[in-house]
C-alpha cells in the first residue's frame, strides 16, 4: 500500500473482529419491554446501597450516643428530616438536575471533570487547578464508601440475629466476616451471574419493607402528618446542638444515593429515574413511616425498629433476605470501585493494574484484583475494629456526604460550562444543593473523633497518590521530550546510513505521537538493524466513555516503511493493541501476528533535584513514591493485551 508521507487515512472496517466485546452503555431512549427490563435491573445494581438503609438508619437517629427518647414529637421531627433529606437530596438534586450532567450517557466524577475539562491532557486537567483537586478527593472518598459499605449493609443486617435468636448476638462479627469474605473471593468469577439474581432480590426486598411499613401505618395513619416540614424545624429548635448531631445518623437514609450518578452509563437516566420514582422512594418512604408509628406505640422497638416490624414468625425469613439484600449492596459498590478505577487508569490518575473481563459480551463486566483485594482487607479490618453499626455510622456518613458536596460544586461548573447556564441560575441552584450537603457534612466531621477519621485518612492518603501520579506522569512526558529527536530527522538518517531492513513488522510502543520514540533509538543504537515495517504505535484516552470501532484508528504514513498508528479509546474501554493491528493490517500494511514484533522500554527512574526552567515540578519524596508506584504497575505487555512471546524490552535509566 502506498501513500505520501504526510497524509493520514483511517479506519473503514466499521467494526472490530466478533472478539471484541461489546458496549456496557445501554439505549439512549428506552421504551416498552426494554424500558421495564431496564428499570428493573436498575434496581439491583443502583439502589442496592441506599435500599438497605432502613435496616439501620432510624435505630441509629435513637441510639443511645444522643440520649433521644422515642416520643411523638421526637419521632416526628426524625421522620420529618428523614423525609426532606430523601425529597431534597436525592429526587431534586440528583434525580431532577445531577443525572442531567451525564458525559455521552456516562456518569461518575472522572467522567464530570472529563466533561468539565476536555481531552483529558495533563494541560488541560491543569487548567481546572481546585476543581481537579476537589474531583480526585471525591473520587477517593468513594474508594472509603466501597469499604465502609459493604461492612455497614451486612453488619446492618447480621444485627437481626439480636432480634430473632438473642443467644446468637455474640456471633455477629464472626457471620459478618465470613459473608463478606466469601463475596470477595467469589469477585474473580465475575458479575454476571449474581447480576442476573440483583433485580429479583431487590424487587421482593422492596415489596417487603414496604408492606411491613405499611401494615403498621394502617393501624397508625396518623404518622403520615410527619411529611408536613415544620416538625423537623420544631425538633431543631426544642433540640438546637443535639439535633445537629442527630443529622450526622440522619444523612445514613441518602448513602448511596451518590450510585445513581455513579452507575447512570450502565443503565440511563430514564430507567434509574423511574425505579426511584416508582418503587424505590414510595418503599422507603412507606418503611421508615412505619418504623416511626411503631416507636410511637412501643417505645422499647427502638433498639431494632426494622426487624421488629415483622412478626416473630417471619423474623428468620427476614433475616435472610436482609443478609441478600446487604450481599446486593455490597456487591454494586464493589461493581462501583472496579468501574472508577478502570476510568482512573485511562485518564492518568491511577497506574495500570490488571483488568480482567469477565463477560464476553458486556464490556462493563470487568475485575481488578488489586482493587478487589485492596477493599477486602481494609473492609474486613473495619468489621472486626468498630463491631456494630451504631460505631461504624460516623465513618460511613462522612464519606457519602463529602462525595455528595464535592459533586454540587463540580455540577455547578457544568450547569456554566456545558449547559450555558446564566450565572444567577447556575449560583442559585449550587446554593440550595451546598446549603443541604455542608448541613450534613458538617454534622458528620464532629464525629472525626468517633470514625470519622477513617475515610478522610483514606481520602487524603488515595488524593496525594493519585495527583502524585498524575504530575510524575506529565513530568516524565517532560523529560522524555525533551530529548526526542525530530522524525524527519531520523528518517532521513535512516535513507542516507541505509541500515539493514529484516523481514516482518516492528511495534514501537510510545505515549508521544511527535518524535521518535527513545526506545526505538536504543533499538537501532544496539541491534543495528530495523523491520521491513516500523509502526510507531499511540493508545490516547479520549475525553468520553467510549469510541467507535469504525473511527479508533488513524495511519500516518511517514515514508521509509514507517507508519505512525494512533488509537484513540473511551475512558470506559480497555485497549487492546493486537485488534488495533488486525484493522491496521485490513488496511493493507501487513500485520501478520506471527510476523510482528513489540518492542517495549522499560525505564528505571532516577529522582534527582528540579532543573531550572522546569514547567512540572515534583518534591524529592514525591518523585520517589512515583518511581515505587511506577515499579509496580501492570507491565504494558499485560495491560495492552500484547502477546508475551512476541515482545522484546529494552531497559534504560531515565533522570527526572
Known amino acids: 500500500m502506498s501513500a505520501a508521507p504526510g497524509s493520514e487515512f483511517r479506519s473503514s472496517t466499521g467494526m472490530f473482529p466478533a472478539a471484541t466485546v461489546t458496549s456496557s452503555h445501554r439505549d439512549e431512549h428506552p421504551t416498552g419491554k426494554r424500558l421495564a427490563v431496564l428499570t428493573l435491573t436498575a434496581l439491583g445494581v443502583v439502589y442496592g446501597d441506599i435500599g438497605t438503609s432502613p435496616l439501620y438508619s432510624i435505630k441509629e437517629c435513637f441510639s443511645p450516643l444522643y440520649g433521644l427518647e422515642p416520643t411523638r414529637e421526637n419521632v416526628f421531627g426524625i421522620l420529618s428530616m428523614i423525609v426532606w433529606a430523601l425529597t431534597l437530596v436525592v429526587t431534586v438534586k440528583y434525580v431532577g438536575y445531577v443525572l442531567r450532567a451525564d458525559n455521552r450517557g456516562e456518569g461518575g466524577t472522572f467522567a464530570l471533570l472529563a466533561l468539565i475539562f476536555p481531552r483529558g491532557t495533563p494541560q488541560s486537567f491543569a487548567k481546572g487547578g481546585i476543581f481537579v483537586a476537589l474531583a480526585l478527593f471525591g473520587t477517593a472518598l468513594l474508594y472509603g464508601d466501597g469499604i465502609i459499605t459493604p461492612a455497614m449493609t451486612v453488619l446492618g443486617a447480621m444485627e437481626g440475629l439480636e432480634v430473632a435468636f438473642p443467644q446468637l448476638a455474640h456471633y455477629i462479627v464472626p457471620f459478618s466476616v465470613v459473608i463478606l469474605t466469601a463475596l470477595f473471593v467469589v469477585q474473580r468469577y465475575g458479575t454476571d451471574l449474581i447480576g442476573k439474581a440483583f433485580a429479583p432480590i431487590m424487587v421482593i426486598w422492596f415489596v417487603v419493607i414496604a408492606t411491613l411499613g405499611l401494615v403498621e401505618i394502617v393501624h397508625s395513619p396518623w404518622i403520615l402528618a410527619a411529611v408536613n416540614p415544620m416538625y423537623a424545624v420544631h425538633f431543631v429548635q426544642a433540640h438546637e446542638k443535639l439535633a445537629f448531631f442527630v443529622l450526622g445518623s440522619v444523612v445514613l437514609v441518602i448513602t448511596g444515593g451518590e450510585a445513581l450518578y455513579a452507575d447512570m452509563g450502565h443503565f440511563g437516566r430514564r430507567p434509574i429515574s423511574i425505579a426511584w420514582l416508582v418503587m424505590v422512594f414510595p418503599a422507603l418512604l412507606l418503611n421508615y413511616f412505619g418504623q ?365
Open 292 to 656: 416511626g408509628a411503631l416507636l410511637v406505640r412501643l417505645p422499647e422497638a427502638a433498639e431494632n425498629p426494622f426487624f421488629m416490624l415483622a412478626p416473630r414468625a417471619l423474623l428468620l425469613p427476614l433475616l435472610v433476605l436482609a443478609t441478600l439484600a446487604a450481599v446486593v449492596a455490597s456487591q454494586a459498590m464493589i461493581s462501583g470501585a472496579f468501574s472508577v478505577t478502570r476510568q482512573g487508569i485511562a485518564l492518568g490518575f491511577i497506574p495500570r493494574l490488571e483488568i480482567k473481563h469477565t463477560s464476553q459480551k458486556e464490556e462493563g463486566q470487568i475485575y481488578i484484583p488489586e482493587v478487589n483485594w485492596f477493599i477486602a482487607v481494609g473492609c474486613l479490618i473495619i468489621v472486626v475494629a468498630f463491631k456494630n453499626t451504631s460505631a461504624l455510622g460516623a465513618a460511613y456518613g462522612i464519606a457519602v456526604t463529602g462525595t455528595m458536596l464535592i459533586t454540587s460544586v463540580l455540577f455547578y461548573l457544568v450547569a456554566r460550562i456545558r449547559f450555558r447556564w446564566k450565572p444567577w441560575q447556575a449560583i442559585l441552584l449550587a446554593m440550595l444543593f451546598l446549603s443541604v450537603d455542608l448541613v450534613f457534612f458538617s454534622a458528620n466531621v464532629v464525629k472525626l473523633a468517633h470514625g470519622g477519621w477513617v475515610p478522610m485518612v483514606l481520602g487524603v492518603v488515595l488524593f496525594v497518590l493519585m495527583l502524585t501520579w498524575k504530575r510524575g506522569r506529565a513530568l516524565l512526558m517532560q523529560r522524555l521530550a525533551e530529548g526526542t529527536m525530530p522524525i524527519t530527522l531520523f528518517l532521513d538518517g535512516v535513507a542516507q546510513s541505509k541500515v539493514h531492513r529484516v523481514p516482518g513488522t516492528a511495534v514501537f510502543m510510545t505515549g508521544n505521537d511527535d518524535g521518535v520514540p527513545p526506545v526505538l533509538l536504543h533499538h537501532l543504537k544496539h541491534n543495528k538493524v530495523l523491520h521491513e515495517r516500523v509502526l510507531l504505535v499511540s493508545v490516547k484516552t479520549a475525553d468520553i466513555p467510549e469510541t467507535s470501532a469504525s473511527e479508533r484508528v488513524r495511519v500516518l504514513p511517514l515514508g521509509h516503511g514507517f507508519w505512525r498508528v494512533i488509537a484513540s479509546y473511551g475512558f470506559m474501554q480497555t485497549p487492546n493493541v493486537p485488534q488495533i493491528l488486525e484493522v491496521v493490517d485490513q488496511m493493507g500494511i501487513r500485520c501478520k501476528p506471527m510476523e510482528t514484533s513489540y518492542f517495549l522500554g522499560r525505564e528505571r527512574l532516577i529522582p534527582i533535584p528540579a532543573k531550572p526552567g522546569d514547567k512540572i515540578t515534583l518534591s524529592k519524596w514525591r518523585k520517589i513514591v512515583f518511581s515505587i508506584m511506577a515499579r509496580n504497575a501492570r507491565s504494558a505487555t499485560d495491560f495492552f493485551n500484547i502477546p508475551p512471546n512476541r515482545v522484546v524490552e529494552l531497559g534504560t535509566q531515565i533522570e527526572f
